[in-house]
């Protein structure tokens, strides 16, 4: 019996930008320029708990979080790291990793509903996506812009 391909789930899909990717993991940039916030989608079908992944996936999960945590601390220098995996809309598991502020739009609470998405400008979109890349190409992990 073969694997399933992995798919990304369609809302995914529709509010993000492909970044690139980890030996397991897909990196995506959220649209909303409102935060640095990327994403992390392991790539395993019908995966939904981290705890559904097997223990070799589970280590490989923390460590591509923990490196893309340290380089969003390195490039943004927020007040605190957000890292959750929430999942009630987007059942498929994914990891949010978002660089807060005390002047961003929704510090202290959640960003969830807060405040509408802001659009990145092109300029800016091609600059946070570069800087990723370049800061995780550098790191031992095995990344790919």
Request: glycine letters at 4%; aromatic letters at 6%.
């Amino acid at each position: 019996m073969s694997a399933l391909p992995f798919q990304l789930h369609s809302q995914l899909a529709t509010d993000t930008h492909v970044v690139g990717h980890f030996p397991l993991s897909l990196l995506l940039l959220c649209k909303d320029a409102n935060y640095p916030w990327c994403i992390l989608v392991p790539k395993r079908e019908e995966i939904k708990e981290i705890h559904q992944l097997n223990k070799e996936d589970r280590q490989q999960l923390l460590d591509e979080s923990c490196t893309l945590a340290e380089v969003m601390e390195s490039l943004y220098q927020p007040v605190k790291m957000n890292v959750a995996a929430l999942g009630n809309m987007v059942p498929q598991l994914h990891i949010h990793h978002i660089a807060r502020f005390k002047a961003d739009p929704a510090w202290p609470g959640p960003i969830w509903g807060k405040v509408p998405a802001n659009d990145y400008s092109v300029e800016l979109l091609g600059q946070r996506i570069q800087d990723l890349r370049s800061s995780l190409i550098d790191k031992e992990i095995g990344f790919r812009g």
